[in-house]
């Protein structure tokens, strides 16, 4: 299984970027999808999840209002929108896969996608 994030990059606050993870190699349906995060220094967090039909959305407190989780499943695709960045959103951002259907249990892997926030 594989799980490309891209679209990180270095933005001032309150601006705004897209994240996009790819998943391939297995078959997803009825996974659900999500995004956590590390910063330097700090234990990774979790950041947002959706389920396999993008009915259910969870968000951490740090990010609701700001970040938007969506997926499309014929692409096996899901993104991240994030608004009014603040230079403590500043991370690693990595894509996650629910571990079982339902379990509600995710688990991330691969490079990641840089997010720098600038104040």
């Known amino acids: 299984v594989q799980l490309q994030a891209s679209g990180g990059g270095l933005v001032q606050a309150g601006g705004s970027l897209r994240l996009t993870c790819a998943a391939s190699?297995?078959?997803?349906?009825?996974?659900?999808m999500g995004w956590f995060r590390q910063a330097p220094g700090k234990e990774s967090e979790f950041v947002a999840t959706i389920s396999w039909n993008g009915g259910t959305t969870k968000y951490a407190d740090s990010v609701k209002g700001r970040f938007t989780i969506s997926r499309v499943n014929a692409k096996n695709t899901v993104y991240l929108q994030m608004n009014s960045l603040k230079p403590e959103d500043t991370a690693i951002y990595y894509c996650?896969?629910?571990?079982?259907?339902?379990?509600?249990?995710?688990?991330?892997w691969g490079q990641g996608t840089l997010v720098t926030v600038s104040s």
């Open positions: 190699g297995r078959t997803f349906t009825g996974l659900g």
């Open positions: 996650a896969l629910e571990r079982l259907i339902g379990s509600d249990r995710y688990d991330y």
